[in-house]
């Protein structure tokens, strides 16, 4: 169980250390030429499908994680940078499965959806919720409720800043002990 126990501390290290790599190089493109990133049209679904795809190959999360998937039919398709959207999507997916680590049951919801003024999509989770003070300051960097060892404070500050590109909404809903849901929309 002690080596069970190491192991599972060395992949959450390596898990932190890619993560961190990514944003690292995704922020220093930015600095060095703003117009490196190309657009293209990107479908929400593709992208949480293939985020989840990549979450779910960890043996530990797919045992004892559900995710429930409500994707729309026929999702426009919007113009964007694509790594945008899979930094943003990981960052959301990583937070819900750090709020469902300690529950018996780990259900994690995700969404996609459209009307004639936006394109959204959202992530909720049964986790632990959050306090009206944590709510508050949410999208302070380096403001984090999460151990030295889980987080750092800029996720959700670079989910906001990347969305603000988009002049996207973020709505938070949360309650202690009833769970969390981000739901971002972007106007068409």
């Known amino acids: 169980q002690k080596e069970e ?56 999360i797919l ?37 469902v680590e300690l529950k018996k049951e780990k259900v994690i919801t995700v969404s996609t959806f459209f009307d004639a003024n936006f394109i959204g999509f959202s992530v909720a989770d049964n986790g632990y919720g959050m306090s009206e003070e944590t709510k508050l300051r949410l999208f302070e960097p380096l403001y984090t409720t999460k151990s030295a060892e889980k987080g750092t ?16 909404e973020i709505l938070v809903e949360s309650k202690l002990h009833e769970g969390a849901k981000f739901t971002i929309k972007m106007p068409r």
């Not at 998937?69 to 990583?94: E, M, R």
């Open 63 to 99: 045992k004892e994680v559900t995710f429930e998937c409500q994707f729309a039919h026929d999702l426009p398709k919007f113009w964007g940078v694509y790594s945008d959207f899979t930094q943003i999507i990981d960052n959301l997916l990583t937070n819900a499965l750090d709020a």
């Open 153 to 168: 404070g800029i996720g959700l500050a670079s989910v906001r800043e990347l969305l603000d590109n988009y002049h996207a």
């Open 5 to 60: 126990k190491i192991q599972h501390y060395i992949n959450n290290i390596q898990d932190s250390a890619l993560k961190m790599r990514d944003v690292i190089a995704n922020t220093l493109l930015r600095i060095r030429n703003d117009n490196y990133l190309q657009s293209v049209f990107i479908n929400m679904t593709d992208v949480f499908q293939s985020q989840l795809n990549l979450i779910q190959t960890s043996t530990v």
